[in-house]
């Protein structure tokens, strides 16, 4: 029973890891990934060396692939929590409040451009935001309770140079 729970345990932390290994190739981590890709490969070989060993025991791919799923969950729930990387987010309103919610998001330390867009229904302000993906609940919040009905797209960037990040702590 103990191997069963091993391997369980092995492929939860291997797929988790794969988790945070892509994020950091994504993020161009190579450091990072190296790093996290010397553990994951370890477990992994452990694990599938042992269900591979036993193939009578069907039991042993069982928790092998039930760690797989749940390594996913965990993995997914975790980097979620940590929200690495940056946004882009794009911010169509449809008021004529813009300028209290654009005053409001800069005294909140959102660095913020305003463009003049054309929709369907006529002029619109479109504000694009760079920022750490952490703060992305915070900014809607923000944005939907001067404009409920405002549009907004998200992008994954990595900025190159300049610009404004808010180096503040999330409380």
Do not use: H
């Not at 994020?23 to 161009?28: D, N, P, R, S, T």
């Not at 405002?150 to 808010?166: D, K």
């Amino acid at each position: 029973m103990l191997w069963y729970l091993l391997i369980f345990l092995m492929r939860v932390c291997d797929v988790s890891l794969t988790t945070f290994r892509t994020l950091m190739v994504v993020q161009g981590r190579r450091v990072q990934a190296a790093f996290i890709g010397f553990f994951e490969v370890i477990l992994y070989i452990v694990a599938l060396g042992k269900v591979v060993s036993s193939l009578d025991d069907p039991i042993n791919l069982l928790f092998y692939a039930l760690g797989f799923a749940t390594g996913n969950y965990v993995g997914i729930t975790i980097e979620n929590k940590i929200a690495l990387g940056n946004l882009g987010a794009q911010i169509i309103l449809k008021t004529d409040k813009n300028q209290d919610l654009i005053n409001s998001l800069r005294a909140k330390k959102f660095g913020i451009t305003v463009m003049e867009g054309y929709g369907k229904d006529g002029p619109r302000e479109v504000l694009y935001v760079a920022l750490n993906r952490k703060d992305l609940v915070k900014l809607k919040n923000i944005v939907y309770e001067y404009d409920p009905k405002a549009f907004i797209t998200v992008s994954n960037i990595s900025p190159v140079s300049g610009g404004f990040f808010s180096t503040t702590k999330r409380k």
